[in-house]
């Protein structure tokens, strides 16, 4: 294989070029998607906490703008006043700067802002790889192997808890491998202030950077820093850190470490105790096997990095073994224990707690781009195998990438159902489908185009992102649509079947929302 090394006249160009057709991509299609559960309240949790800071600096902007009189509840009272803010706030206050009224326009730029973030981790794992195996080609592999995972393509526009931390866990991983390689003053500060927006995006970021102090210390235990210099440098970095998670938390403000260490035992908990249909059974979100995450995860990924994951894992858990003590012989090495210790820590943190997960496994989705990089080595691996596996291997590559970005395009906008063929067959009994109410954008969309009444009314069951993507509807449409609270008085019946999936077959079924001949929602006519 020939050096891509040192930069090429190939790489300056085919390198901006990707990025360049992934940011058009994104700002062509982030007006498609639909609106989840998650996001409304998401954004009240940013403007209370952007009200409580304006109020203290600006406080006649906030008697000035009407969109404050609504949240009249104090941040110290507030339910979610503990969730971190790093992202919340500043779309908030960028909503509010650009004086956007329209409620389906404040979510629109918020999945433009989901899917920035997003494109700043694509970036990251680029690097981090490219870094790694000193191959410009291969970091842009990485790149579109996170790409073309299906889930988080579609949940890079909208999911802005889960996919926007695995993006800046990312974004400071690249900084901490830097900071770890070459370490400076000006390398530490920045990985400080990644470290701490990872922190104040979600707790967990706390495990990147005691991931930096702990190798950053046993560089010094094996001699390749002096440890004046170690010590000057992570007392700057741990200084500067919790200055910087106290000043991007206002919920911290008035007392650090208490409210930092509640933060911290409420995470633990994820705070939900509903039930979950995993392998074809409800089971409580506090009383889920210890391999949730895992067949999760298993089943979700596409299977090509999956089988190079595995085959990564386990050569960097050979590598391991066999330094012993000393744990990498030389920097390829020390960036795989990064990998592979931000990888399987957390997991191994998750199952020994017996923390509390749902929907898939979302709140681990941090550890996915450290998975993609273990399973680059494999791939690499591979790769220099036997003199007849090269071309096999890079015709594999493709056509599993192609088949993948095909799926993509045909289930567009809707690949947050994606599964591979180890899930089996009757998935949508076994495992949960559309939790996050996406597609109700379609069904409300079918019945407006559908129904000649001026008003009609419409029932979902349970708690559902339904009347919310109405949102989604022209103006002169959303009007139009009432939800009521009975199916006795609706016209049209919607579900997206969470928690009854075998439910509804009597009813007149006049649309079914299908994913891959999976019917992930039905509209039903009543009346």
């Known amino acids: 294989m020939a050096d891509f090394s040192r930069s090429s006249p190939m790489q300056r160009w085919a390198v901006p070029l990707f990025f360049a057709a992934v940011l058009m991509l994104g700002l062509l299609i982030f007006r498609s998607y639909g609106l989840s559960i998650d996001e409304n309240q998401q954004r ?118 889960d996919v926007v931390f695995m993006a800046v866990f990312a974004i400071a991983t690249n900084t901490g491998v830097r900071m770890l390689l070459r370490p400076t003053i000006g390398r530490t500060l920045v990985h400080a202030l990644l ?81 979950v249909l995993y392998q074809g059974e409800f089971i409580l979100a506090t009383d889920l096997p210890w391999h949730y995450s895992l067949v999760w995860m298993g089943i979700t990924t596409p299977l090509l990095y999956l089988g190079a994951g595995l085959l990564g894992i386990s050569l960097a858990v050979r590598h391991l073994v066999q330094q012993r003590w000393r744990l990498w012989r030389d920097e390829n090495g020390m960036q795989d ?20 997960l749902y929907d898939g496994w979302r709140q681990v989705y941090f550890v996915y781009p450290s998975f993609i990089l273990l399973a680059l080595r494999g791939w690499v691996a591979a790769a220099g195998g036997r003199p007849s596996w090269p071309k096999a291997l890079y015709g594999a590559t ?8 095909a799926q993509m395009m045909r289930d567009h906008p809707l690949q947050n159902v994606y599964f591979n063929l180890l899930a089996g067959t009757n998935v949508s009994h076994r495992f949960e489908m559309d939790y996050w109410g996406l597609g109700y954008r379609q069904d409300l969309e079918y019945i407006v185009s559908h129904e000649v009444q001026p008003v009609v009314k419409v029932f979902a069951p349970g708690p559902s992102s339904a009347d ?30 969470r928690w009854h999936p075998d439910s509804y077959p009597e009813l007149d079924e006049v649309y079914p929302l299908m994913v891959d001949g999976r019917r992930i929602h039905s509209v039903f006519h009543l009346r």
Request: proline residues 5%.
């Open 44 to 161: 009240d949790t940013g403007m209370i906490s952007l009200k409580h800071v304006a109020q203290i600096i600006a406080p006649d902007w906030v008697a000035n703008d009407r969109d404050f009189d609504r949240y009249q509840v104090p941040l110290p009272e507030y339910f979610d006043r503990d969730y971190g803010v790093a992202f919340e706030t500043p779309v908030c206050w960028l909503e509010r700067v650009l004086h956007i009224e329209d409620g389906g326009d404040k979510f629109l730029l918020r999945h433009l802002c989901t899917f920035l973030v997003f494109f700043g981790g694509l970036i990251a794992v680029y690097q981090l790889a490219a870094r790694r195996f000193r191959d410009w080609r291969l970091g842009l592999l990485a790149a579109l192997w996170l790409l073309l995972t299906p889930r988080f393509f579609a949940e890079s526009f909208y999911n802005d808890k």
């Open 468 to 497: 919310f993507n109405r949102l989604m509807l022209p103006p002169s449409q959303r009007d139009r649509l009432v939800f009521v609270d009975k199916p006795d008085s609706a016209n049209y019946f919607i579900t997206n079947y």
């Open 195 to 275: 470290c701490a927006i990872a922190i104040d995006v979600r707790i967990p970021g706390v495990f990147v950077a005691l991931a930096t102090v702990a190798l950053f210390v046993w560089r010094g235990v094996l001699a390749e820093v002096r440890w004046v210099r170690l010590a000057s440098l992570l007392a700057l970095f741990v200084g500067v850190l919790a200055g910087l998670v106290v000043l991007f938390w206002p919920y911290l403000w008035p007392a650090p470490l208490d409210n930092f260490l509640e933060a911290f035992d409420h995470m633990s908990s994820f705070r939900w105790g509903g039930s």
């Open 398 to 405: 493709a056509l599993s990438m192609a088949l993948t970005a």
């Open 337 to 356: 224990i990064v990998f592979l210790g931000l990888f399987a820590g957390p997991l191994v943190a998750v199952i020994a707690l017996h923390s509390v």
